[in-house]
Every structure is written in structure tokens, then in C-alpha cells.
């Protein structure tokens, strides 16, 4: 179902996860699920995998993980200080010890001044380190290439938990 390559990185965060007996939990808007299916795509994946929130409109990352409606008002929901809200929200809201939290634009359209198709902000929130947020650029190469390079870049992100 997934590229090779995302299937084996998922595979390495389902075995760092079970190592470490650590639980995780996502927050997805751009990628709408796809790193919580990577990870439970994975054999044994029930053993690291808490849950899984798809908060695609922003009054459901308000729901759901508590985002602050004017953190969305002031710097819009995708940017830094969103993707670190919806991180720390998921981890709250969860059973977990770490959380990745993905926003950005997939494309075609959305793009505004300052934010172009492309841009990803992926947040990850653990129990034991302080948040890290990270910006991502991925450019205009399409409403599938930008989820996928997301997907990619958040387990990679995972792989690296707690180090």
C-alpha cells in the first residue's frame, strides 16, 4: 500500500517504539491519516500505536486537541507555533509518550503570500524532551508528492525520538 521506503522507515518506528516501550500518537492535517496508516500498517504496531487524530479543519484541532482557536487566528494553521499546539495537544489528549503532529499546504491550491504549496510544518512532542517543530519546503510537486515527502519526513522524525 505504501512505498518501500516509507514501509520500512514505519517499520523501524514500530521497532525503536517497541524497544524504548513507548506509546505514540499523531495529528494530521495535510497528510489526513497517512502516517497513522503507515505505522498501523506495520505487524505489531498495536503494541506502540495509541491513537490517531485527523484534525484537517480548524475547528476540529480546536475539538479534538485543543488548539487554541487564536493561535489559528493569529498565525494561521499552518505555521510553527500550530504544529507545535497540535504536537503537545495530541500528547495531552493521548495515552502516549510521543507525538508527531503534521500541517501544511498539499496543493493544488492554497497558497498565500509567505506560505506556498509545499510548505510543511512538523511538530513532535514527547514526554521526556522539550517540543521541536521543524519547517519543511517540499515545493510545488504535487498534492501526492507533498503528503508522501510528509509522511517520510515525520517517521523519520519518530525514528529519531528520544535520542
Known amino acids: ?18 524497544a524504548g516501550h513507548l506509546k505514540v ?10 502516517i497513522a496508516g503507515a505505522i498501523t500498517s506495520i505487524p505489531g504496531s498495536s503494541d506502540v500505536f495509541d491513537q490517531g487524530f485527523v484534525t ?6 480546536t475539538a479534538m486537541i485543543g ?3 487564536g ?16 504536537a503537545e495537544g495530541a500528547l495531552k489528549t493521548a495515552s502516549a509518550d510521543v507525538a508527531v503532529a503534521v500541517t501544511g ?10 506560505k506556498p504549496v509545499g510548505l ?15 519547517r519543511f519546503e517540499f515545493g510545488d510537486i504535487g498534492r501526492d508528492g507533498v503528503r508522501l515527502a510528509t509522511v517520510r519526513e515525520a517517521l523519520k522524525l519518530l525514528e529519531r525520538a528520544g535520542e
Not at 105 to 114: D, F, L, R, V
Open 1 to 18: 500500500m505504501f512505498p518501500p521506503d516509507i514501509e520500512a522507515s514505519a517499520g523501524r518506528v514500530v521497532a525503536r517504539l517497541r
Open 25 to 34: 500518537a499523531t495529528a494530521e492535517s495535510c497528510t489526513g491519516g497517512l
Open 56 to 61: 484537517y479543519a480548524n475547528s476540529a484541532k
Open 67 to 69: 488548539v487554541d482557536t
Open 71 to 86: 493561535l489559528l487566528e493569529t498565525h494561521g494553521a499552518v505555521s510553527a507555533e500550530v504544529g507545535r499546539a497540535m
Open 105 to 114: 499546504i498539499a496543493g493544488p491550491g492554497g497558497a498565500m503570500p509567505g
Open 120 to 134: 510543511v510544518f512538523i511538530g513532535l512532542a514527547s514526554r521526556a524532551t522539550p517540543t521541536h517543530v521543524q
